[in-house]
């Protein structure tokens, strides 16, 4: 193969790697992933080495065989980036910008004048006057994880004890939740997808709607010119989800994620150009693509474990009922609640798409039988 080809290394190995091998494959462009396991759901299907990513020197070693590092996840720890970049080694986001999907406190404090809920760093409960609230773990929390609605000082105190610093966020009494994908290159070029309409069950998306149906075309320009500056203001380079609360008119800034996210996985069948195939071009400092929807409305619904441990033979049913609808699994073992998969409808009827796609979950979950 041409050495002009480059090799795009991943830290990770999940279902986000697993997806990015597709259009990497079809841009040429070869994929080296860090897995924690060869049965992880990307390294199943494509070239990796097994190594912890908290360490140091199985890090190097791995970078030492890419032109390009980049991040399935947040949890490497930002010494061994910032040790890559000594090294002279490619990364991005690079350690500067990753540090704001690290470390929530930091995010909030550079997002200052943006518009965001009220919050404040807290070791004691007498620092909090207000109840309820939302206290958030100021690293290492994601899907839902470390995250808490707090009702009164007493919960809040119990909840420092196992965590001695937390991030205090106002309750927002939202409408709904939306999260908007950009894309940034090391040259500064960035795009948007269409505003995405999250639906949330205990903390993690069940399905998201795009372009998000109850927002108005003025604050649809607005959250992604909010997105737009948002990545511009953090320096990231690659993909980034924007997740934010909509009330009335406003939009406040929930959180940074610095990587493909499942609030974009619509974009494979319901876009011009994935998010997977977009971050591929932005840390390789490629021209963007078009990030324009290929039908009116795309529904994305995440299949979670349930009782039905063969996920094949759903297909049967499904396919023969709803020809359009897009399957992705992840081949991952069933666990209840585990994401698995998710399940794709592009269209112009929304409700129509809605109820193809929840008979969909609910069908492969083991909720419903026919």
Known sequence: MSKAFPIVGVIGAGQLARMSIAPATALGVDLLLLAADSQDSGAQITNHIVGDYKDLETVRAFAKKCDVVTFEHELIPLSIVKALEADGVVVRPSSSAFVYSQDKAAMREKLSSFPSPHWQIVTSADQVHDFPVIAKAI???????????????????A?????????????????????????????????????????????????????????????????????????????????????????????????????????????????????????????????????????????????????????????????????????????KEVRPGRKIGHVTLVGENLIELTREVQHALDYMSGEVDE
């Open 139 to 157: 690293s290492g929390g994601y899907d839902g994880r470390g995250v808490w609605k707090v009702s009164d000082a007493k919960e809040l105190a």
């Open 159 to 331: 909840l420092l004890q196992q965590t001695p610093k937390l991030l205090i966020e106002e309750l927002v009494d939202f409408d709904y939740e939306i999260a908007v994908m950009v894309a940034r290159s090391p040259h500064g070029q960035a795009t948007t997808w269409a505003p995405t309409q999250t639906i949330q069950e205990d903390g993690i998306c069940t399905m998201t709607i795009s372009p998000a149906p109850h927002l108005s075309v003025a604050l649809s320009e607005k959250a992604q010119k909010l997105a737009l500056d948002v990545a511009a203001a953090v320096g990231v380079v690659g993909v980034m989800a924007v997740e934010l609360f909509v009330k009335g008119d406003e939009l406040f800034i929930n959180e940074l994620a610095m990587r493909p996210h499942n609030s974009g996985h619509w974009t494979i069948d319901g876009s011009h150009t994935s998010q997977f195939e977009q971050h591929l071009r932005a840390v390789l400092d490629l021209p963007l693509g078009d990030p324009s929807m290929t039908a009116p409305i795309a529904v994305m619904g995440n299949v979670l474990g349930g009782d039905k441990p063969d996920m094949y033979r759903p297909y049967l049913h499904l396919m023969a009922r709803t020809p359009a609808l897009k399957f992705h699994h992840y081949k």
